[in-house]
């Protein structure tokens, strides 16, 4: 029983100091308590094996990484100590280095101070060389130049070479008119890149080959040069000039545009406001103006017409005297046919009627033109106030800091005068035209009546005697 209790507690040291734990189960084949104190005295056995067997492993497991642990630190201490023979070396270099470079300096001497002003060439003249047209022409200018002026070694002569070459290479482009091709932005679907076949002049302006479209040369957000076409086309001649010149032959002589700002005045040019957008600036006031001289310019072209072919039908009826329904002039001699043989102030009085009926037609429409001139002023008139009230609404509003702001009413004020005076003035002239065209054909037809109550008059005096 002593012993029983013994094993006991020297299970419950293993179980406490054990690194495993151990469920005693009361065997079902037991029969007395020595059987179950001999199963736990093998189980204690076997724990014990166990537990020497992983304390050997562990000690072994520390002595290696013991191991491992110098040796790392055996590493880390070589690489140290190469760190500083490398830390060593690289001082000696670097003041090697400076020596070198200050034996250089002196060796060079002159050399130095031309490199320095070459490279302030090079600067001053990168940006007109890179803006040229001739850059896209003669490529790899720009970066030939540059990578010398950004060097910080001694360039050799062929690479100072560069320069000057290139200069003279820009002076000569610039007499030049050559064709070439490059990639154009704007001219693809969508306003992409496309490759076009361009014609420049010297190096001030270039235009496409077909169509004639002006290309200007842009800077990109890195400081690249490309090529873009203009997004409005200066109007006029300068584009077919363009194409005349692309398509001309050998020793002829054809006019083009210069361009001497290389693009800007083209730019301006395509800026300028076209007729219609003249139109869209007068708004509805300068709208209702056109509509007007447009009506009176009309009707005052046929009442010239009008008047001009009953004039030549009345002049050539005054000569042939014959009566009729066609013209003014014939109806008047009608009405003095069927009136002969009537005293003279009833044939006189019956001419007169007959002229009257005529002045309306031939006056007819006249009064209209002359009104429409004096309304297209007027209108000019109200379209000015209108616009100044517009230019004083965004004052009023934004201030006065922005000019553009105030742009679209002064445009309407101005653009509304200028229409108003543009048919006022064309309209008073072919309204004294149309009028003075009416008093000749009407001063006929009173020389005519005139003529048949004279010859009335001496008939009858030349019976009675």
Do not use: W
């Amino acid at each position: 029983m002593k012993t029983f209790k013994s094993n006991l507690k020297a299970l419950g040291a293993a179980v406490l100091f054990g690194s495993v734990s151990l469920a005693v189960s009361m065997p079902a084949s037991a029969q007395s308590l020595s059987d179950v104190l001999n199963r736990v005295r093998q189980d204690a056995n076997q724990m014990s094996t166990e537990d020497q067997a992983r304390l050997r492993q562990f000690q072994q497991d520390r002595a290696s990484q013991a191991a491992s642990m110098q040796e790392a630190r055996n590493v880390l201490a070589a690489a140290e100590g190469k760190a500083r023979a490398l830390s060593v070396e690289f001082d000696a270099n670097e003041a090697r280095l400076g020596a070198l470079e200050a034996q250089v300096s002196t060796l060079a001497g002159d050399f130095q101070e031309l490199l320095g002003q070459f490279r302030s060439a090079a600067g001053a003249t990168m940006p007109e060389i890179a803006n040229s047209f001739a850059n896209f022409d003669y490529t790899d200018r720009v970066a030939g130049i540059a990578e010398i002026a950004e060097a910080r070694v001694l360039p050799n002569r062929g690479q100072l070479e560069r320069l000057p070459k290139a200069m003279l290479q820009e002076m000569i482009a610039q007499s030049e008119v050559k064709t070439f091709t490059a990639p154009v932005n704007g001219l693809g679907e969508g306003g992409s890149i496309a490759e076009a076949e361009l014609i420049r002049i010297g190096v001030f302006n270039a235009a496409t080959v077909n169509g004639g479209r002006f290309v200007e040369v842009k800077r990109g957000e890195r400081g690249e040069s490309f090529l873009e076409v203009f997004k409005t086309q200066p109007s006029g001649p300068y584009s077919s000039a363009m194409t005349k010149l692309a398509r001309a032959g050998e020793g002829e002589v054809i006019k083009a545009p210069v361009d001497p700002s290389k693009g800007n005045l083209f730019g301006i040019l395509g800026e300028l406001p076209k007729f219609a957008d003249r139109l869209a600036q007068g708004g509805q006031v300068g709208a209702v103006i056109a509509i007007l001289a447009v009506i009176g310019l009309l009707l005052g072209f046929y009442k010239v017409f009008t008047l001009f072919t009953t004039g030549a039908a009345m002049r050539a009826t005054a000569k042939s005297r014959q009566a009729g329904t066609g013209n003014p002039l014939a109806r008047v001699f009608e009405v003095y046919e069927n009136n002969r043989n009537r005293d003279v102030e009833t044939l006189e009085l019956k001419l007169d009627e007959q002229i009257l009926r005529e002045a309306p037609r031939l006056e007819r429409g006249i009064d209209i033109i002359k009104v429409f001139a004096a309304v297209a002023p007027l209108l000019g008139l109200l379209g000015t106030v209108v616009g100044m009230i517009i230019t004083f609404t965004a004052i009023t509003i934004y201030g006065a800091g922005d000019p553009k702001l105030m742009a679209g009413g002064i445009s309407v004020a101005l653009m509304t005068t200028v229409f108003g005076l543009v048919a006022a003035i064309p309209l008073l002239l072919i309204h004294a035209v149309v009028s003075s065209m009416a008093r000749t054909n009407q001063q006929l037809l009173d020389e005519q009546a005139a003529g048949l109550v004279a010859e009335k008059m001496e008939s009858m005096h030349g019976g009675r005697a």
